[in-house]
């Protein structure tokens, strides 16, 4: 199917960006890899009055650090973020989760920003950011500010972008020598993650002494694994103690029932991974 009209405008800057945003109002959208809109576009569930593209704007693609961060731009693509050497030492389970996105020709072109800004509770990277306490950085008229990932994503395709609104950059704190794990559960036919577990561990001398568990797909966000942290932090890595902080993984969890999985069997299966993930992540 053939798109709807619609006005195109390609911005060189963030500033130009926000005011093209703001010039053509709500009906406008934003295009970023394009990996989930064009379908949309195509088959005319969306038919935005203007569509704004943010490729032509350098400073949104660049990956840097300073003393506590790695700050990835919201245009830099799949590819690029798990190829990244900052990533990978520093951020390691952002890479990780990266690589279970699709296929190559759409890390090739979907971009994080884009993939964290669409917010679907299947996507991989929503679980992973909060696992790792990213911050999202928005640019509006009203300049910047800083959205943690547990007030970022607040509902079904829903985050905390406001109206005229950019995001231009997620900052991740650095994890350096943590050990990292993205476990995946997925029909072969696609990518979409019925669950999926995403778990950092800091060990030391064999004994956890930090952890980070985030889900996929088992809300309408993703969802902070809390009391699988507790349970792992103070323990000797190993198949019981990994089997025992599974137990606590549906804690503050609401599963859907689709045309993929019924809730039953994907509270099966975050148990499950959970315990995978787990055990991978600490070698």
């Known amino acids: 199917m053939i798109p709807a009209k619609f006005d195109y405008v ?6 130009e960006a926000v005011t093209a945003l703001q010039s053509a109002g709500e009906d406008a959208k934003i295009l970023a890899g394009g990996q989930s809109l064009l379908p949309v576009l195509r088959l005319r569930m969306a038919a935005p009055s203007t569509i704004i593209d943010l490729g032509g704007i350098p400073e949104l ?17 799949h590819h690029e973020v798990m190829r990244n050497d900052l990533v ?11 690589e279970t996105v699709a296929d190559p020709q759409v890390r090739h072109r979907g971009t994080l920003g884009g993939a964290l800004a669409h917010a679907d509770p299947a996507g991989d990277l929503g679980a992973a950011a909060l696992a790792m306490d990213a911050e999202f950085v928005i640019l509006g008229a009203g300049g910047t500010r800083l959205v943690t990932a547990a ?19 997620i ?28 778990v950092a561990l800091k060990v030391d001398g064999g004994t956890i002494t930090e952890a980070r568990v985030g889900l996929t797909n088992m809300g309408n966000v993703p969802i902070r694994a809390t009391g699988v942290e507790a349970a792992l932090v103070g323990k000797a890595a190993g198949p019981d103690v990994a089997k025992a902080a599974a137990e606590h993984a549906l804690e503050g ?28 992540a600490a070698g």
């Open 10 to 15: 390609r911005p060189s800057s963030v500033e």
């Open 61 to 77: 693609k660049r990956i840097g650090e300073d003393d506590q961060y790695v700050m990835v731009g919201a245009m830099a693509t």
């Open 88 to 98: 990978n030492t520093h951020v390691e389970l952002i890479a990780r989760a990266t």
């Open 151 to 169: 007030d970022f994503f607040q509902d079904y395709f829903t985050t905390a972008i406001g109206e005229g609104e950019i995001l231009t950059m």
């Open 171 to 198: 900052r991740f704190p650095k994890r350096t020598g943590w050990k990292s794990h993205y476990e995946k559960f997925n029909r072969v036919a696609q990518a979409w993650s019925m669950v999926a577990v995403a």
């Open 253 to 280: 969890t609401s599963a859907p029932s689709d045309a993929d999985a019924a809730a039953d069997y994907r509270e099966h299966l975050a148990k499950v991974l959970t315990g995978r993930a787990v055990l991978a």
